[in-house]
């Protein structure tokens, strides 16, 4: 007897087509929520307050990871380089490829790590308890506009913070590659010192700085509209703030990846 199938495919049609339809909705909710935001910027008065609490708040929940993150990534980095250098008869270059991996590699790449593991995911959870507890429902209730007095300020300031980060990153990495070069694989400071500029310069620091405070926007954006449609309680904050760290994660590694890639195409031009 033949069995009919129209109604299962009809209904597993039905089902991908409203998840497709709701990851559309949601994109657009993202993209109307990060518009508004960069229309706020011209409205007065801005949040200062607020900025530099929430600078101070991400700073606080950054620092340590990036510190103690950075410091293995560097050693990493270095020793691979200097290994091979040495191998080659090159080891009075270890500086350029200290410097080369720390400014282009490792500063961004531990912020990329750092901000959508801890700063994003801070503020994920401090807006969806916000948002569970009803605060949000009353600002809006008293006419106050939530994006310019809550997402505004702790974009601009995970921006901040991210550039701030990635240049003391960088200059960990700088340090702790001569010290690592010097000390441990004997390299001469004074060759090392002077291959730092080899590679790099102020092009690569700049395109450097330029990708921490992309990946900081994009970062913010996303925990801020996480932390704003929060639903379902304590647990779905819990859910909110995993669903960060995943959606950041992959927009930032595509973001390094296309702005590598730009900043490649103009230092070759």
Known sequence: ??????????????????????????????????????????????????????????ARVSLLPAVLMSIPFTVLVVFTLNSLLTQIGAGDMSGAGAGLGAVTQIGPLVTVLVVAGAGATAITADLGSRTIREEIAALQVLGI??????????????VFVASLLNGAVCAIGLSGGFLFSVFV?????????????????????????????????????VACYRGLTVAGGPKGVGEAVQETVVFAFMALFVANLVLTSVGLALKGS
């Open 1 to 58: 007897m033949p069995v009919d199938l129209a109604p299962t495919v009809s209904r597993l049609t039905a089902g991908a087509l409203e998840s497709v339809g709701g990851g559309v909705r949601a994109l657009g909710r993202f993209y109307s929520m990060s518009l508004d935001a960069a229309l706020a910027l011209g409205r007065r008065p801005f949040a200062w307050r607020e900025f530099l609490v929430q600078s101070w708040f991400i």
């Open 145 to 158: 506009d939530p994006v310019p007095r809550l997402v505004l300020p702790r974009v601009l300031a995970s």
């Open 185 to 221: 694989q004997h390299v001469s400071p004074g060759a090392y010192a002077s291959g730092v500029t080899l590679l790099i310069g102020v092009g690569d620091l700049v395109l450097s700085e330029v990708k921490a405070a992309v990946f900081g926007l994009i970062a913010a954006l």
